[in-house]
């Protein structure tokens, strides 16, 4: 039996557990499932906002990508019939932008596909943040996720406007070269150091039930204690036909909600951010993730794998006794 009590206790009197100590959790059973849960919730309670983290996203540049991720629709290296397209026009992402901030969502970052973004691509996005910042960007705070960006790159978004960059570790780094090979855990690292180097928060997170085990999940859950982002996303796979994954069982409710517990006892204070994928679960165990460890998310029917819309993410948040600025 996994001695959950002590652990929530080591971690509620501000101390850190270990990795040998998470790696425990991997014994968790259904006979302790609901525990494991409470003192996760209680976690969450002792160290997060009752505030829900609200942001939105907007698939700035869609498909072609010259990486072989496992996972992705947007990768050039399988058919999955997905749109394609240069980026976004000013109009869509002006409007975009003033629409959900005044849903009172807190955050805005464009999306794009691809290795990382350059050339008159960048050019193009910077001008829509400066415009952006200008204005106000209607209360949001800025967000860029475009890839394995370098120094120069990060720092002409910070300029801006950005002041969070996202980039996903995605998985373990023990299961990452299984899932692709064009790129690695290391290659993440380095942008997110140099993100960081430049002024920026971090973003990273990734995404579960892409055949990882448990032991694996925890250990993802570590690598991105060490990195120390504010905002970890925790998407759900969606498999993609078309896409080497295409025929993964998903993972089950409870399982989901096992590991939300995990990353809320390695990450006591952090933003875990339900993302892509969360339309897979019941609504009732989406309102369990919730009130167990989930504090943030991306909010809307912005992305084909999210599936909800403002309206309806503000009840749940608000069932589950979270506050929407």
Partial sequence: ??????LKDKVLAGGEITADEAMTLCGIDKAQEKELWDAAGEITRRFCSDVFDSCSIVNARSGKCSEDCKWCAQSAHYNTSIETYPVIGHKECMDTA??????????????????????????????????LKANG???MGLCASMGLLGREELQRLYDAGVRRYHCNLETAPSYFPHLC?????????RTIDTAREVGMEVCSGGIIG???????????????????????????LI?????????TPPLEDDEVLNTVAFFRFIHPGTTLRFAGGRASLSRDAQ?????IGINGGIVGDLLTTLGSTVADDKRLVAEAGYKMP
């Fill in 239 to 247: 498999p993609i036909p078309g896409t080497p994954l295409e025929g």
């Fill in 287 to 291: 309102l369990k993730a919730l009130k």
């Fill in 181 to 189: 090979s064009t790129h690695t855990i290391e290659d993440k690292i």
């Fill in 137 to 139: 960007g209607e209360g």
């Fill in 1 to 6: 039996m996994v001695d959950i009590k002590r």
């Fill in 98 to 131: 003033i629409y959900n901030g005044r849903q009172g969502i807190g955050r805005f970052s464009l999306v794009t596909s691809g290795r990382a973004i350059s050339g008159k691509s960048l050019d193009t996005l910077c001008g829509y943040y400066r415009e």
């Fill in 210 to 236: 892409m055949g990882e085990s448990r032991r694996q999940r925890i250990e993802f859950a570590l690598t991105l204690r060490r990195i120390g982002p504010v905002s970890i996303p925790i998407n759900i």
